[in-house]
């Protein structure tokens, strides 16, 4: 499924990132997703939507029911994305620290 939503916008909510969080464990459906929240089902079928949408979940048909799980490759953007400002951050830090070693041997 090609994503339809920037995964940064699915995962600024609290309720979806713990959503994730539950999937960390095991495929789920909506249902028991719900019974871990203080809001209606219908509101966790939302951030479920937004979290697919988004290419973070995939939603499978069995029997009856359709159960939620995480998307491998779901969060390579975000993992793209946030290793490029460690990698920018680790080099300014090692530059930083190249200056000051160099001024100590003046």
């Not at 995939?58 to 359709?66: F, N, V, Y």
Request: hydrophobic share 40%; glycine share 4%; with cysteine.
């Amino acid at each position: 499924m090609k994503s339809t939503m920037d995964p940064f916008h699915a995962i600024a909510d609290a309720s979806r990132r713990e959503i994730l969080i539950l999937l960390t464990k095991d495929k789920q459906t909506i249902n028991t997703l719900a019974g871990n929240f203080d809001m209606s089902r219908p509101a966790v079928s939302k951030h479920v939507k937004v979290l697919y949408e988004a290419g973070l979940i995939l939603i499978k048909d069995q029997g009856r029911e359709r159960y939620c799980e995480l998307n491998p490759a779901g969060l390579d953007e975000i993992k793209s994305w946030l290793t490029f400002f460690d990698q920018f951050w680790n080099n300014k830090l090692q530059n930083l620290e190249d200056l000051l070693n160099k001024q100590a041997d003046l």
